[in-house]
């Protein structure tokens, strides 16, 4: 009995300690009255909880006024430098804030509407930064690098995007010039698939795997594929474009101008567009929420999408033998309705003598590891140049 009381007490501890966190991270530096009216939890909690997780050094606090009365500013604990990471898709945009032993301070999302423009958007990129870095009581001269996620294959060596028109009137934009105009940072910037695989190779499902691949199945379908702790783009960047592998040459045109190609059949517009007559107007979002439901319908969508995306992801395997793939992305939130599918098609479809079955996990950040790499990767690289450049000096002293 005393067991079960104090594991459901411990149990209780880490949840509110989790929904402090949580609660910080979207919303930035608050109060402990403040906190407490956002958790629902006691203001005697809440003091307790700020003053144990000080003491472990994930908190800090700080002196301030509210309405002309002194109260204690709470924030994240952060070690000196932080990186930002920015998604850009064609529906929605994700902001990460990191420091530079990875922990997560802020985190915000915001919808897009369709065919956004460049410039209203990287607008509303570059206030959404500079607010979420007021937030958290960060200086700006704390930041030391920003990586940019995009939801379109990029160029590597121009930094720009490959094919146009999977995000309409992008495909010129000086994405490095403009940020690093706006903040005096180092830039990166990539694809969501190979971003999100970094973030899963530093501190996600593939941690200790050195050669893998994750599949990004989004509204659209991308690979980030990673050898020897590196990822791999090929001579232009385009390594991994899975979602524009012919799956049927009769079939429709693509948004690259080629026919019958993964994400023809497996994009938001086609597996919504199948549930139309029993179901209405839907999105991927109704989708995935109503499968995880256990409607029977969405559920048949997802797993049929599973199968033809499996396909493609077995040939790229047997290309290039990782140990383990990963799927992310807002179908694999479904969990087993995309993994099985998925799983059973790879076992089918790869080599039958091969003496252990190709392992399929979820990743761990399935819908934020694109922003989350793109900002690990942007602080990692400045520290990563700050080291080689120290040692460089020790060397010639």
């Not at 906190?35 to 909880?49: F, I, K, Q, R």
């Not at 930064?129 to 996620?149: F, H, M, N, P, R």
Request: charged share 20%; glycine share 10%; with cysteine.
């Amino acid at each position: 009995m005393a067991h079960r009381l104090f594991g459901s007490q411990s149990s209780l501890r880490e949840a509110n300690r989790a929904l402090l966190l949580d609660t910080i991270r979207r919303f930035g530096a608050m109060t402990q009255i403040e906190l407490a009216e956002n958790t629902g939890l006691s203001t005697a909690t809440v003091s307790n909880l700020v003053r144990l997780m000080g003491e472990q050094g994930l908190l800090e606090t700080s002196s301030t006024t509210r309405n002309g009365r002194r109260a204690t500013l709470v924030m994240l604990a952060r070690r000196k430098g932080l990186g930002v990471g920015l998604y850009i898709g064609r529906h929605e945009m994700r902001l990460e804030v990191v420091d530079a032993s990875h922990a997560i301070l802020a985190e915000h999302d915001m919808a897009l509407p369709r065919q956004h423009k460049p410039d209203t958007t990287l607008e509303r990129a570059m206030i959404l930064i500079k607010e979420t870095l007021t937030s958290i009581g960060a200086q700006s001269d704390e930041l030391v690098g920003l990586g940019l996620a995009m939801g379109a294959p990029v160029d590597c060596r121009t930094h720009q995007l490959a094919i146009p028109g999977i995000l309409r009137g992008w495909d010129k934009e000086d994405l490095i010039g403009t940020f690093h105009e706006a903040f005096q940072v180092p830039v990166q910037v990539d694809n969501d698939a190979n971003f999100s695989a970094m973030a899963e190779l530093r501190m996600g499902a593939a941690v200790g795997r050195r050669n893998f691949v994750y599949i990004h199945a989004n509204d659209g379908v991308g690979a980030g594929i990673v050898i020897n702790g590196e990822v791999w783009r090929g001579t232009t960047g385009l390594a991994g474009e899975i979602g524009h592998v012919q799956v049927d040459p009769l079939g429709d045109i693509c948004i690259c101008g080629n026919r019958g190609c993964l994400n023809t059949v497996v994009d938001e517009s086609r597996l919504v567009s199948l549930l139309s007559v029993t179901h209405g107007n839907m999105t991927l979002e109704d989708l995935v929420g109503n499968a995880v439901k256990g409607d029977p319908g969405c559920r048949r969508i997802v797993g049929d999408a599973a199968i033809r995306i499996g396909n493609v992801v077995a040939d790229l395997c047997n290309a290039v033998d990782p140990e383990v793939v990963v799927l992310g992305g807002i179908l694999s939130t479904t969990e087993d309705v995309f993994l099985e599918p998925l799983r059973e098609t790879l076992q089918r479809m790869l080599f039958p003598d091969a003496m252990v079955p190709m392992e399929v996990l979820p990743a761990r950040y399935p819908i934020t590891g694109s922003a989350l790499g793109a900002a690990m990767m942007a602080v990692d690289s400045v520290n990563e140049h700050i080291d080689v450049s120290n040692k460089s000096a020790g060397r010639s002293s």
